[in-house]
């Protein structure tokens, strides 16, 4: 059987968050991929195959450039974060790019709406009934549109992830309003991608309107008790109904990383239900949608994968943080990093790095090291009796006083998982790059707590945090220095 032929591809939205999965996705299975967004410089794909054009759907003069020679078009784009009028922006938005693509022969577009059902009761939110608008003004263009109308999407850094994930790992007892328990069908953010690859080649030119969802219905309080299991926290919710959005929007920008503003929109969307009474799209296409544990599961694992991968020079500028050191947020993470510059070569930085622990110890303040091996001892962890298995060499898997080496990139980086009994999962990672006047030591630690205690944890120990990793970096630094010029002092023969 002849496989379908490529085409070419118009992606909107490809710094959000399916926008920026989809563009992999696309890549990956050979189409060619026009690409549209404010600045473009912030993609971090590179490839032959894709194309970057600067423009703004609210400006209709540059969205031609970017469509023409397309074949199919995405429309991931929606205002909801906007402190301005979300609706009218999305309205102007959604008729530029109707027009344009009438005026550029565009073949279909595929446009990711959201699932919402009105009642007599209770009326679409303005956030639900302007993405549906957005489909209606798209189908006036005359170029056959295929939308999708999600209900919740759950993955690893999904909003709505991080708000269930942020609410049950913070609060032992939650006071739940009425939207907590409005019904859904939750979709992982995996079978979405599978319905969106799938439009590209649907036959025939008609519109289709697609309700997805995933396997079972649920509430966002049922998700957070699927949360809470997998991640082996109790949790108790104490329902109070007369918690208005606005109120609701306002204690979630106290507890979640969701500003108050999107929260808001966010809630008062979830006031109707979102589950599949439309069920079209199991007919039209082979996918057959996970569950919610398996939803759950994939986002969790997901998150160690993408969160692995992540260069954390790449994250804390991405929040805004000072490129150099400070501690932020990554995921339930927290992240302490730090940099140094020395002026010695990589190789001479890297060093007394991968000779870090066992008979070497840890270069600062070791009485407090062998303290902290007594006290893990005494709780039934590993101590630092391990040691190391060479003074030098390193390879993934061997121990290392209390760590276990996750990872080594000799004369690069060295990453290290904590094997120590602590209230949830800690790594100690370094990074050697050159810089312009020698190397730049990057030493980063991190702790995922689990739940409420974890926080108390690492909060307590936060100023003896500080006090170690920033002398270890210096001692590092200093060691690195101080070899590098002894073995430049030696004579050669």
Known sequence: MESEPKKRVLLTGTTGYVGGRLLRRLIDAGHTVHTLARRPEHLRVADPRLHAFQGDLLDPATLSPAMEGVDVAYYLVHSMGSSKDFAETDRQAATHFAKAARENHIQRVVYLGGLAHATPDTPLSSHMASRQEVGHILRESGVPVTEFRASIVIGSGSLSFELIRALVERLPVMITPRWVEIMAQPIGIEDLLEYLMAALDLPGEAHRTYEIGGADQVSYGGLMREYARQRG???????????????????????????????????????????VTETSALTDFPLRPRGIAEIIELA?????????????????????????????????RIVDSRTRTVPVPAVAAFAPIQRIGGANRWYYVNFLWTLRGWVDLLVGGAGLRRGRRHP??????????????????????????????????????????PHETGSEIRQTALFDPAGLWGRVYWYMLYPLHQLIFSGMLRAIARQAVTAHSASDSIPRS
């Open 233 to 275: 926290l109790r949790r108790w919710m104490i329902p109070i109904p007369l918690l208005t959005p606005r109120l609701s929007s306002l204690w979630l920008g106290l507890v979640t990383p969701i500003y108050a503003r999107v929260g808001r929109a966010l809630i008062s969307s979830i006031r109707n239900a979102s589950v």
């Open 300 to 332: 969790l694992r997901n998150e160690d994968q993408d969160f692995a991968e992540t260069r954390w020079s790449d994250a804390l500028s991405s929040v805004g943080a000072h490129p150099r050191q400070g501690v932020m947020r990554f995921g339930t």
């Open 392 to 433: 030098v060499e390193l390879v993934p898997g061997d121990t290392l006083d209390w760590w276990r080496v996750e990872a080594i990139e000799p004369g690069k980086r060295l990453r290290l998982y904590a094997e120590m009994k602590v209230p949830g999962r800690a790594w100690l990672e370094f990074e050697v790059t």
